[in-house]
């Protein structure tokens, strides 16, 4: 019963960062930090494309993903396009990987321990979405900020 509601929320959220990068009307501010900002919108996005690529595709959609954290923070400069590429390829990837999910799967324990101990699928899922939509808020703050 929670799967549903999960994709549907997905969907909305990662429609809105696509949103937020087309937004941005100058593009090298995607790349843009200043003062106490020190994540771009960009790193911020790539970010969370490897985070939900490694978290959701690799573990529970068997997608082969292999994350690079470290340049989910260090490139720069990545086309606008290619950002938006990656993230309507991770939000087909994550309303596939979602819908072949079986409910009772939420109620098991994730194949990994990201935290200190571990926890059921549905929890994690939960946790990535309002991770998610806290990089989304960051997102749409440093484009009212500095895309000027």
């Not at 309507?88 to 935290?115: C, G, H, N, R």
């Amino acid at each position: 019963m929670i799967i549903a509601p999960l994709r549907s929320l997905y969907q909305r959220d990662l429609h809105k960062l696509k949103s937020e990068i087309e937004a941005y009307q100058n593009e090298e501010n995607l790349w843009k930090t200043d003062k106490n900002i020190s994540n771009s919108a960009g790193n911020l996005c790539l970010h969370l494309i490897g985070n939900l690529n490694h978290f959701i595709g690799t573990q529970l959609g068997n997608t082969g993903y292999v994350r690079h954290r470290d340049l989910e923070f260090s490139l720069k400069d990545i086309p606008r396009t290619e950002l938006i590429e990656k993230i309507e390829a991770m939000t087909t990837m994550i309303d596939s990987a979602l819908s072949q999910l079986p409910e009772t799967e939420m109620e098991k324990e994730y194949p990994l321990v990201v935290f200190e101990d571990t926890m059921t699928t549905g929890y994690f899922l939960i946790h990535l979405i309002t991770h998610l939509d806290y990089h989304l808020g960051q997102i749409n703050y440093h484009r009212r900020l500095l895309d000027i």
